[in-house]
Each structure stands twice: as structure tokens, then as C-alpha cells.
């Protein structure tokens, strides 16, 4: 029988995406008030790899990513993904947008070993959190690169995605080294 032990602190990463720069602006305003400082933030991306959201976020999307000072237990993903829900509905009922969902917002963890995103919907990949939430791991590290899966979404298995997420798990490892010192 192992031993049981409280796994490693995590980076806490949010992926916001919209065609509304301003929602964006406003989502990063919600994350920083409520988790602190951000330590790294990736460019605005394209989002062109599905058109699965534009019935209900539009069209010419843009993605990016924040990586938050404070790390995290793995356990507050739940708490942390009904949270961003609940912003995404306070903005939509903000007005002012055409869309039914004009922001996304999906947390999720990085170890040095992969990347964990939450979700609402359950499948074959995902298990069962609490509270209605899921997690799955989307990318996992290996051989000095990000590896996919097969259902790893298609814009996660682009180069500057996981650039970005390098240089995250690089800031990680940086964090780790350091705690290990004191």
C-alpha cells in the first residue's frame, strides 16, 4: 500500500477567449481581484481551428492565456471553474453584445508533467471532479516537448500554445527550485 501525500502546489492558467477585446479586459480584471497578480501572459491568438463556438460567440475570436502568481492545490480546479462560469454569465447579462456567451473562460493546472483543463461536460476522457465538474489532462510533457492526445483540442496542439505553456511550466519549475531553498 503507498503513502498517501498532498500532491505539489500547481500554476493556476486561464484560457479567455472572445471576439470582444473589452471581454477579455474585464475577465482579466474578475481573475486578478479574485487570485492575485498574473506572472505570465501569452499574446492574443487567433482562434480558427473549429468553428464549434460561433453560434453562440461569433466569429474572429481571440484567445490567450494567463498564468497566475499564486500557486494553487489541484483540488480548488472545482471551485475555480464554477467561479469563471459565473463570470461568464455576469458578463452576458452585462449587455451591450450580440452573442449569447461573448467570453469564455476555462481554468485549468499545470504541472511539470501536463496540463489539466476543467469542463462541465462529461466523456470518455474526463473524470468526475465534484459539483459538476470534470477534469482531463490535455497535454502532457515529454521528451523536452508537449505531447497531445487524441482528444486533445486542435488549437492546444499548436506551437505557440505550448511555447507559452513552456515558458509556464519553466516559471513553475523556476518556483519549485525556489521554495526547495527555503
Known amino acids: 500500500?503507498?503513502?498517501?501525500?498532498?500532491?505539489?502546489?500547481?500554476?493556476?492558467?486561464?484560457?479567455?477567449?472572445?471576439?470582444?477585446?473589452?471581454?477579455?479586459?474585464?475577465?482579466?480584471?474578475?481573475?486578478?481581484?479574485a487570485w492575485g497578480p498574473v506572472a505570465k501572459t501569452s499574446p492574443r491568438f487567433s482562434f480558427v481551428e473549429t468553428a464549434y463556438y460561433e453560434p453562440t460567440m461569433g466569429v474572429d475570436i481571440q484567445k490567450c492565456f494567463w498564468a497566475f502568481e499564486r500557486l494553487i492545490d489541484p483540488a480548488a480546479l472545482v471551485g475555480l471553474k464554477l467561479q469563471t462560469n459565473a463570470?461568464?454569465?455576469?458578463?452576458?447579462?452585462?449587455?451591450?453584445?450580440?452573442?449569447?456567451?461573448?467570453?469564455?473562460?476555462?481554468?485549468?493546472?499545470?504541472?511539470?508533467?501536463?496540463?489539466?483543463?476543467?469542463?462541465?461536460?462529461?466523456?470518455a476522457h474526463r473524470l468526475y471532479l465534484s459539483r459538476g465538474i470534470y477534469?482531463?489532462?490535455?497535454?502532457?510533457?515529454?521528451?523536452?516537448?508537449?505531447?497531445?492526445?487524441?482528444?486533445?483540442?486542435?488549437d492546444y496542439r499548436r506551437a505557440d500554445y505550448q511555447q507559452f505553456f513552456s515558458e509556464c511550466r519553466d516559471y513553475l519549475r523556476h518556483r519549485e527550485r525556489e521554495d526547495r531553498r527555503q
Open 1 to 33: 500500500m503507498g503513502d498517501v501525500t498532498q500532491p505539489a502546489p500547481v500554476l493556476l492558467i486561464l484560457a479567455a477567449f472572445s471576439r470582444h477585446a473589452e471581454a477579455l479586459d474585464w475577465g482579466l480584471e474578475q481573475a486578478t481581484a
Open 87 to 123: 463570470w461568464e454569465a455576469e458578463y452576458a447579462t452585462r449587455g451591450g453584445n450580440s452573442e449569447p456567451r461573448p467570453l469564455n473562460l476555462d481554468p485549468g493546472y499545470l504541472t511539470p508533467a501536463k496540463l489539466v483543463l476543467a469542463s462541465t461536460k462529461d466523456h
Open 135 to 154: 477534469a482531463e489532462v490535455t497535454l502532457f510533457y515529454k521528451d523536452r516537448h508537449w505531447q497531445h492526445r487524441d482528444w486533445t483540442f486542435p
